[in-house]
Nanobody, 124 residues
Framework: VQLQASGGGLVQAGDSLRLSCAAS????????MGWFRQAPEKEREFVAA????????HYSNSVKGRFTISRHNAKNTVYLQMNSLKPEDTAVYYC??????????????????WGQGTQVTVSS
């Protein structure tokens, strides 16, 4: 499966953005999906994950209550709605696919396929 992330941009603190991750090559419903982010000189960190059906989600403590992960399998797309953005949310955001459909894994090595990333910059 190929993944294409989009929707990043430059926003001010308190604004919202919605990231999209479009899948091609295989049905998105075959995978659990996750979002990760990586800031300059920092390790890639888990943001959110969702099982293949959308029935199981998991968030990092730093985004819980502000970000929402969702999916539309018929459109082969996963979303990350980001509200109340903070400067510390600035990073390149990556979507990833996990062949273990029921999972909502939090570790990057658990994911099998990765998109190319989209830059999110939040100014104060």
């Amino acid at each position: 499966v190929q993944l294409q992330a989009s929707g990043g941009g430059l926003v001010q603190a308190g604004d919202s953005l919605r990231l999209s991750c479009a899948a091609s090559g295989r049905p998105l419903s075959n995978y659990a999906m996750g979002w990760f982010r990586q800031a300059p000189e920092k390790e890639r960190e888990f943001v959110a994950a969702i099982s293949w059906s959308g029935g199981n989600t998991h968030y990092s403590n730093s985004v819980k209550g502000r970000f929402t992960i969702s999916r539309h399998n018929a459109k082969n797309t996963v979303y990350l709605q980001m509200n109340s953005l903070k400067p510390e949310d600035t990073a390149v955001y990556y979507c990833a696919a996990d062949r273990r459909m029921a999972g909502a894994a939090v570790r990057a090595p658990d994911y099998d396929y990765w998109g190319q990333g989209t830059q999110v910059t939040v100014s104060s």
